[in-house]
T-cell receptor
Framework: GESVGLHLPTLSVQEGDNSIINCAYSNSASDYFIWYKQESGKGPQFIIDIRSNMDKRQGQRVTVLLNKTVKHLSLQIAATQPGDSAVYFCAETGGGQNFVFGPGTRLSVLP | GAGVSQSPSNKVTEKGKDVELRCDPISGHTALYWYRQSLGQGLEFLIYFQGNSAPDKSGLPSDRFSAERTGGSVSTLTIQRTQQEDSAVYLC???????????FGPGTRLLVL
């Protein structure tokens, strides 16, 4: 069945370094992907999205890479800051409005 | 502008009681979603409303769970005869028609004793 999973449940990085959060998905029909950031006690916040007709999309300090061949999605955060500490979720959908969310990766930024 | 709001922010109830959770979506958003998030877990889809269309209830875990959306705006998620395994954060999100971006509320933390 469908599944969206993350390779690492936790990630610790030094402040100023780049962070890479990975996500694997199994539904080859998935055509839209979103990364969300969830801070403690808050709802998920949209970070960046990408459609399946793209391999890369950049935002402010964030880049999402999509490799459809191996069904892999990654979120890169440049110059990680303490405010980036949160749980990051990837989510995918295959054309409908029902999103499948991964279990999340907790990013900890070390001073 | 105002974001998605949910109430109550926290709810403690006894096993077997019914609870109602409320979601106020962003004004003008036609799509509304309910999710459940257990401790340390990802989001589990529950139900989806889009305009006046019949809701997608495929994620509701049992017939104890139901949701309504009145007037295309406010939504209420009702859990009847609550069980301890219902303890979780219930998140609501809204979105514009034809736009898959979802805007989440802060959630309601439900604890069933």
């Amino acid at each position: 069945g469908e599944s969206v999973g993350l390779h690492l449940p936790t990630l610790s990085v030094q402040e100023g370094d780049n962070s890479i959060i990975n996500c694997a998905y199994s539904n080859s029909a998935s055509d839209y992907f979103i990364w969300y950031k969830q801070e403690s006690g808050k709802g998920p916040q949209f970070i960046i999205d990408i459609r399946s007709n793209m391999d890369k999309r950049q935002g402010q300090r964030v880049t999402v890479l999509l490799n459809k061949t191996v069904k892999h999605l990654s979120l890169q955060i440049a110059a990680t800051q303490p405010g980036d500490s949160a749980v990051y979720f990837c989510a995918e959908t295959g054309g409908g409005q029902n999103f499948v969310f991964g279990p999340g990766t907790r990013l900890s930024v070390l001073p | 502008g105002a974001g998605v709001s949910q109430s109550p922010s926290n709810k403690v109830t006894e096993k077997g009681k019914d609870v109602e959770l409320r979601c106020d979506p962003i004004s003008g958003h036609t799509a509304l979603y309910w999710y459940r998030q257990s401790l340390g877990q990802g989001l589990e889809f529950l139900i989806y409303f889009q305009g006046n269309s019949a809701p997608d209830k495929s994620g509701l875990p049992s017939d104890r769970f139901s949701a309504e959306r009145t007037g295309g705006s406010v939504s209420t998620l009702t859990i009847q005869r609550t069980q301890q395994e219902d303890s979780a954060v219930y998140l609501c999100a809204s979105g514009r028609e034809f736009d898959k971006t979802q805007y989440f509320g802060p959630g309601t933390r439900l604890l069933v004793l």
